[in-house]
């Protein structure tokens, strides 16, 4: 009897020995491919922390590792700094210039201009690890060079400040997506709380002038977002686009109930126009709790495979941006065991290779063909305005010259004004000077 308890445990601690080895080949294999192909990581909220923590000065900020600096170390917020996006071999991140719903109609644009301001000089700062990429060119270039490809994501389509010409100034200055919501609403998109129960869709989707944002998205060559959108909104943000669309931090609606994820038909859609989702980490849109495991994003992961095809899914974490991580992915030194953990389920190395980065440089690459497929038709850049009555109470930060010239024109029109001659050149005087330098004046 002894004999044979002896055999059972000796047995038991050889198939430990030999899982624990295959595990050990598993994650060199997944560290070999990651250095073969760019893994890249759709979104990761640093920047807002800086400004949170830093109120955006970088002259103390010590990016080379965090763990043991104050606040960082102590929050439950922070998962990133150089050190640990080297271990977790991470080669392009798209960094979240975040603006908040409560800025919307306020600073919002003003927000986004900052936080795309601090990405640009964090990046300037770290110029031997880090490197501004608005291509997806630049991200095989940055990989082949050991520098960390550090692209922009602008995070809430009130960022805009339902401009286009904001718009296109936030591309110039290197943002290459827009998430089209956040947690808000848009005078011209729906958020994912439109899909909750009680809620009334207001547009169903997109307006006609979300629409023209698409289409001057396609124009620009910058990927639209559709994380944290409503299901209406991805349809037809999908049936508008030109372009394959991003979900930049989003999960499987099937496995997680959440109306931030996808549900099955949408990735169905986003399969035909070619686009791709990056899999978030919150446990919240993984298990629909605080707890989940690096287990359960692989199930994720293998939900969107399933459904819409190994060349429609992506990694995008989420960390920074989130104070709760799965258990084996507690920062971004860990995406290598989430890719051993897939090659334990059988996914072939070139499928893991999809997963890290080609399938979102196949994505981006369309979205630069379709940019210059629309130059070469002679599409020239859209002037388009928000209808008034879509924001009606809410345009009182514009500049309206038709509005200002209104107590002019009665002044005008008055027969008991004594000053007629003398308000109308004084208006014409003022109008010719607004008109002659294009810039905002007032007035007086």
């Known amino acids: 009897m002894r004999m044979v308890m002896v055999v059972m445990v000796l047995g038991q601690l050889l198939t430990r020995i030999l899982l624990a080895a295959h595990a050990g080949d598993r994650l060199a294999a997944a560290r070999r491919i990651l250095r073969d192909v760019p893994l890249i990581d759709g979104h990761n909220d640093l920047p807002w922390n800086i400004r949170k923590f830093l109120k955006n000065q970088l002259r103390e900020f010590r990016f080379d590792d965090l763990r043991d600096t104050h606040p960082w170390s102590r929050s439950a917020w922070s998962h990133t700094d150089l050190r640990r996006l080297k271990e977790g071999m991470v080669a392009a991140q798209f960094w979240s210039a975040y603006v908040p719903c409560s800025s919307q109609y306020l600073d919002s644009v003003q927000l986004a201009l900052e936080q795309i301001d601090l990405i640009r000089r964090l990046v300037n700062k770290h110029p031997e690890s880090m490197v501004l990429v608005t291509t997806a060119e630049g991200i095989e270039r940055a990989h082949k060079e050991g520098r960390l490809a550090s692209l922009i994501g602008v995070e809430g389509g009130h960022a805009v400040g339902t401009s286009l010409a904001v718009l296109r100034m936030l591309y110039e200055l290197g943002a290459r997506y827009l998430t089209l919501t956040h947690t808000c609403n848009t005078p011209w998109a729906e958020c994912s709380t439109a899909d909750e129960p009680g809620q009334v869709a207001r547009i169903g989707g997109l307006s006609n002038f979300g629409k023209t944002i698409v289409l001057e998205m396609n124009r620009l060559g910058m990927m639209v977002d559709l994380s944290h959108v409503s299901v209406p909104t991805m349809l037809v ?31 169905r859609r986003l399969a035909q126009t070619d686009g791709i989702v990056m899999v978030s980490f919150y446990p919240h849109f993984i298990s629909c709790g605080e707890k989940s495991t690096l287990e359960d994003v692989a199930a994720h992961i293998d939900h969107v495979r399933k459904i819409a095809g190994v060349d429609h899914v992506g990694i995008g974490a989420g960390y920074d941006g989130i104070n709760l991580t799965p258990a084996g992915l507690e920062d971004v030194s860990k995406y290598p065991e989430l890719f051993a953990e897939l090659l334990a389920r059988g996914w072939s190395e070139k499928d893991i290779q999809k997963l890290a980065g080609l399938n979102l440089i196949r994505v981006f690459k369309a979205v630069e063909k379709v940019r210059d497929d629309m130059a070469a038709e002679g599409i020239e850049p859209l002037e388009e305005e928000i209808p008034h009555e879509d924001i009606i109470g809410r345009d009182y930060c514009r500049y309206n010259v038709k509005r200002l010239m209104a107590p002019y024109e009665s002044a005008i029109t008055s027969p008991h004004n004594q000053r007629v001659k003398n308000v109308k050149e004084r208006v014409k005087r003022k109008y010719l000077k607004l008109t002659e330098s294009n810039t905002v004046k007032e007035l007086d």
Do not use: G, Q
């Open 237 to 267: 943000a999908m049936k508008t686009s030109r372009a394959p669309v991003i979900f930049s931090h989003s999960s499987a609606h099937a496995l997680c109930n959440s109306s931030r994820n996808v549900p099955d038909h949408a990735l």
